[in-house]
């Protein structure tokens, strides 16, 4: 048993501590500065009740990104200090969003204990490395986002700190071995162990799907299969899933080793930044040099985004978060006794509302950030929800999951093909293409402007709000771009009434709908580390049968003009191109 002393250091505020709805997002050499973390770390701990910090149990890990692993000691002797009975540390510090929920909200210690929240070390999407970004962010007993009460407390914790509890002679725990390390400190015993990081996210998975079928498909000569982790933390659960438990070729796991700078790349699931997967799947610039894949996909930095793709085919996250609703009590067990409700972010195609309709399921529109979906799910009003920004979800945790999204579709894959596996397979593109058949088709198109100077992002919105005054001024621009453009009827600022906590969410996004159910979005994004993004999203929504094949590119052109000249993108942020199309 090994013993500790706690040290309270003094220290001053920094500026800018302000957690955002995925938490704290700086550059590597931000957070090495001295306190920085502490600091960040202490007020958060400041943040909960007493009950939540003393005698709980936390757990902290993370996608394995560059100063991770300090970040892992440094706040595991703050906890120490700070009165914790125990820490759960995923091996290796690894541990994906998705299956920290998880671990949350099911794992159970050998001594019964629970854990009542976690640190989660994550930037998701953006890239790793020394010079690039770090994050960090807390989550609560629900497996959910710390709600905005939480992390407007930490935020103020931040701007008056003065000192915060280490144990600074506390050693480094190995993070590399399984197992519990003894610790004795004023307060009495504290733990931490160091536990398989698949083990039970493997476990719930196996509990919702019908592994044996997807077994089936995997196995098949007809089907071929393909999955890129990008370097990211999903590489930590890609091989026991996929391959030891339903049977894939090993060859089929492309980046699948987690690195901490993602193998130098950027780990965003999307068709710019999952190039090798993307050319793979036959839809590059260049014709593959090996049989295209039947099915493919692809997941972020810490595996709660999901890209899916068929042969040649790609399905925006918004036609795919409906197909999942709309197959989901048919294909996989989970659901079987009915969906409960669904939901989408507001910037996300209206394909699942048309679905929802067509169930009569309950349906709800919130603003971007997973807190809102768990606001309705822990109400039990909802089952299944996503995001075009490529998250998708369901109740079964309080993140969203891409590796959940990867098996929902092979599980609709293994039913729709349970008869014929013999014969000709329905693929991912006939499954889509049924469904636009069904439902009509959303072509969807998003840009982003990443790391545009912030002063003329906020010009360029108060711009586009300053026209919704004048809708005729409106359409006579829009007019002026496109004489194929529908007309504006309304315009507004997204503004959301939490029907569980009647809370409001204003300011959410800028809103343009046409007569005809077209609709143009314009955001300002919170997930980058420096500058700001600009996130214009264009819809068009087709239900004539004799329309709906057309190139999406093609498709929207007139409504994309129409968005440019209508927000002089160009003349406020001097980019005549998107950095990123999706």
């Given amino acids: ?154 935020y103020e914790n931040t701007t008056t700190i003065k000192e915060y509890l280490i144990a600074p002679d506390l050693p480094n725990v190995d993070i590399t071995t399984v197992g519990v390390t003894n610790f004795t400190g004023p307060e009495g015993p504290f733990d931490v162990e160091v536990f398989d990081s698949a083990s039970d996210y493997i476990k719930l998975m196996k509990s919702i799907f019908d592994f ?64 090798e997967l993307v050319a793979r799947m036959g ?49 996989i067990p989970y659901f079987s006794a009915g969906l409960k409700g669904v939901a989408r972010s507001m910037p996300t195609s209206a394909a699942l509302d048309v679905v929802a309709k067509h169930l009569n399921l309950k349906f709800f529109e919130v603003p971007t950030g997973w807190k809102f979906f768990g606001n309705l799910m822990d109400a039990g009003l909802c089952s299944v929800c996503g995001e075009e920004s490529f998250g998708t979800g369901s109740d079964h945790i309080r993140e969203k999951d891409g590796i959940w999204a990867v098996l929902a579709w092979l599980s609709i894959l293994a039913y729709k093909n349970k008869d014929n596996l013999e014969s000709k397979l329905v693929t991912v593109e006939d499954i889509v293409r049924q469904h636009w058949a069904t ?35 409106v359409n006579e621009i829009i007019k002026g771009a496109s004489s194929d453009v529908s007309k504006v009827v309304h315009g507004d600022e997204f503004e959301y009434n939490d029907p569980v906590d009647g809370s409001i969410s204003s300011h959410q996004g800028i809103r343009y709908l046409f007569e005809d159910g077209s609709r143009l979005i314009f955001r300002l994004s919170g997930t980058g580390s420096e500058g700001a993004t600009i996130r214009l999203y264009i819809e068009q929504y087709e239900k004539d049968p004799s329309k709906i094949g057309r190139l999406s590119h093609e498709a929207l052109a007139p409504l994309v003009d129409a968005a440019l000249k209508l927000s002089k993108m160009e003349a406020f942020t001097g980019r005549s191109a998107p950095t990123v199309i999706t």
Avoid at 65 to 84: D, F, H, L, P
Avoid at 212 to 237: M, N, Q, W
Avoid at 308 to 324: C, E, M, N, W
Wanted: net charge neutral.
């Fill in 1 to 154: 048993m090994v013993l500790f002393n706690v040290s309270r250091i003094q220290t001053t505020p920094f500026d800018g501590q302000k957690p955002g709805t995925s938490g704290l997002r700086k550059k590597v050499k931000v957070f090495v500065q001295p306190h920085y973390l502490e600091n960040f770390v202490q007020a958060s701990f400041n943040a909960l009740t007493e009950e939540k910090v003393r005698g709980a149990t936390l757990v902290v890990s993370g996608d394995g990104r560059y100063y991770s692993e300090q970040a892992i000691q440094i706040i595991t002797k703050m906890a120490a200090a700070n009165g914790v009975r125990r820490i759960w540390i995923g091996q290796n510090g690894l541990l994906s969003t998705p299956a920290v929920s998880a671990v949350i909200r099911e794992r159970v210690g050998v001594d019964g204990s629970k854990a009542t929240g976690a640190f989660i070390l994550t930037a998701s999407h953006n890239p790793g490395g020394p010079n690039e970004d770090f994050g960090i962010k807390y989550n609560m007993e629900n497996g959910g986002p710390a709600p905005e009460g939480i992390t407007n407390k930490i």
């Fill in 212 to 275: 044996e079928s997807i077994r089936k498909l995997l196995t098949s000569p007809k089907f071929s299969f393909c999955y890129d982790a990008l370097h990211g933390v999903a590489g930590a659960y890609a091989k026991s899933i996929f391959v030891d438990e339903l049977g894939a070729q090993e060859s089929s796991l492309i980046n699948c080793v987690p690195k901490e700078d993602f193998g130098g790349g950027h780990p965003d699931p999307n068709l710019t930044y999952a190039k």
């Fill in 283 to 331: 839809l590059g610039k260049s014709e593959p040099e090996g049989e295209v894949p039947e099915f493919g996909a692809a997941a972020d930095g810490d595996a709660d985004r999901n890209m899916v793709l068929g042969k040649r085919f790609f399905v925006t996250p918004s036609d795919s978060v409906a197909i999942i609703a709309a197959n989901a009590v048919e294909a």
């Fill in 439 to 473: 439902y009509g088709r959303h072509y969807y198109t998003r840009y982003d402007y990443e790391n545009v100077d912030a002063g003329a992002a906020k010009e360029l919105m108060a711009h586009l709000v300053k026209l919704q005054s004048s809708l005729s001024e």
